[in-house]
């Protein structure tokens, strides 16, 4: 099974959107004697990029569950956690997302599982803990 998070992954893209006609726009009706130099057009573009990449990041994150354990990935960050390996998952009340505690106290967060999905997130969590064993 395969989380994905749903407001962000609408509101990155969204964003990317309304970023991109406003770029398109601003350039187009910016003034004939405002030039830009190349290393200000490379800056400009770059920052762009950088941004799109930010949230592309968030929106492609997800958690899938197998047989075999969790595939997380985090932005551009992947994990693979075996459920022998995994001690819990947490995510109090006012939480962004959970937080997963390996067997060795080590902690994974989970991008894709968000609070504010409200119902979504919560079958997300009953079904992992299920799997926890």
């Not at 992954?9 to 350039?27: E, H, K, N, P, Q």
């Not at 200000?40 to 968030?58: D, K, R, S, Y």
């Amino acid at each position: 099974m395969i989380f994905r998070p749903i407001g962000p992954r609408v509101v990155a893209y969204g964003s990317i959107a309304v970023l991109t006609v406003i770029t398109v726009v601003i350039g187009i009706e910016l003034p004939s004697f405002i030039v830009f130099t190349a290393a200000e057009l490379v800056t400009m573009v770059l920052l762009i990029i950088a941004v799109f990449g930010g949230l592309h990041g968030v929106a492609r994150s997800y958690v899938e569950a197998t047989d075999s354990g969790l595939e997380i990935l985090n932005g551009y960050r992947r994990h693979h956690l075996e459920w022998s390996e995994i001690k819990g998952i947490a995510m109090n009340t006012g939480a962004p997302w959970p937080t997963i505690v390996t067997k060795d106290d080590e902690r994974v967060v989970i991008f894709a599982i968000q609070g504010t999905d409200g119902a979504a997130a919560a079958e997300a969590l009953r079904y992992i803990r299920s799997r926890i064993g």
